[in-house]
């Protein structure tokens, strides 16, 4: 059995009504392709009809249109037929394949094409003469047919009969037709004359895998941005702080501190009282003068700190021995003195009993 192939449309392919003299139309026809006629330029109907894609009116785009028809016509009709088919094909179930009527053809009730599984299958029709729809006819597409794959290609004319339900690519010598409440899921094409259409509906007839032929309109190209600005390089850290070594954590030891001094008389040197001269006093003996030996005038400062305070300092400016050793001597040599003070007072007592050796 010779299987058809598919048949290309060219640029016919997205028109959903192509006529050679006229396309006239009559109520609210709806057509998701496009639309034109040549080489005539007669377009009536629209609106109230409604096109919902190009029109092209004896332009350059419908001529062509109308040359890539005459291949496709010829293409269908050239193809080998593997069956022949009565004068009415209503009720029946066809398998893919050609299939050849000498002359006119019916459909009367449903027509059913079945793809047995196969989404390319594909169906053509090659009637000698006209082909007609009865009023409520149908052509159903089952298990994988597509509308794509479907074409019919008619000598003279064809006609669809009201509310008919109707599949495939009608490619027609002279004119179509079609009646109030028909329904199209594919396109009607003729080479010569004229389209008449009667509130019909024409719907989508490209294949699930097809991608639409009208090339998509391009986007304005993009509006290049503004290269971003640099932004200022950062600034170098300034080096971190070394921190100062932590203090110890040992107590600091308070300073050396001298004995406090007496408030009682200090005992001379010697431990004992030296004894009275065995003769009176001379004249010579006299209370010690301005000139004799006295603690300094400004004795120096208490070398005693208080707790807490210079023994602190000293642990952190790290004084040395040096320094204890400069404030034991000083006080020393204040404690030396005072002793001397106190010693030549007492002896002066002793030798002088009734403080007559005052006021000398």
């Known amino acids: ?128 003469s006209g082909l007609t729809t009865a009023s409520g006819s149908t052509v159903s597409l089952v298990d994988g047919a597509q509308a794509c794959h479907v074409f019919w290609q008619i000598g003279s004319s064809a006609t669809l009969g009201s509310s008919t339900t109707f599949v495939g690519t009608i490619m027609a010598l002279t004119s179509i037709s079609t009646t109030s409440g028909t329904t199209v899921q594919g396109r009607a094409l003729a080479r010569n004359g004229a389209v008449t259409l009667d509130s019909t509906v024409f719907t989508d007839a490209s294949c699930a895998d097809e991608e639409p032929t009208e090339p998509p309109v391009d986007p304005s190209p993009p509006v290049d941005p503004s290269p971003p600005v640099d932004p200022s390089p950062p600034v170098d850290p300034s080096p971190p702080v070394e921190p100062s070594p932590p203090p110890s954590d040992g107590p600091t030891p308070p300073p050396s501190e001298g004995p406090p001094p007496s408030d ?75 002793a001397t003070v106190l010693w030549r007072r007492r002896t002066r007592s002793l030798a002088h009993p009734d403080g007559s050796g005052h006021g000398r």
């Open 1 to 128: 059995m010779a299987i058809g192939t598919t048949v290309g449309l060219g640029t016919a392919d997205p028109y959903s009504v192509l006529a050679g003299s006229a396309v006239t139309n009559t109520g609210p026809s709806v057509l998701a392709g496009g639309v034109g006629v040549s080489p005539q330029s007669s377009l009536t109907g629209f609106p109230p009809g409604i096109v919902l894609g190009a029109v092209h009116v004896a332009d350059a785009a419908a001529l062509q249109a109308q040359a890539d028809l005459v291949l496709a016509y010829d293409d269908a009709a050239g193809q080998a037929s593997d069956a022949a088919i009565s004068a009415d094909i209503g009720g029946q179930t066809l398998a893919p394949g050609v299939y050849t009527a000498a002359s006119s053809t019916v459909i009367t009730g449903t027509l059913t094409l079945d793809a047995g599984g196969d989404p390319d299958a594909v169906f053509i029709f090659q009637i000698g």
């Open 264 to 338: 009682g008389p200090t005992p001379p040197p010697s431990g004992g009282i030296t004894p009275p001269p065995s003769g009176p006093p001379s004249d010579a003996t006299s209370p010690p003068s301005s000139s004799g030996t006295r603690p300094p005038a400004s004795p120096p400062a208490d070398s005693r700190t208080p707790r807490g305070s210079r023994g602190g300092d000293l642990a952190e400016t790290g004084a040395d021995d040096g320094l204890l050793a400069l404030g034991a001597g000083s006080v020393a040599l204040v404690l030396a003195g005072t």
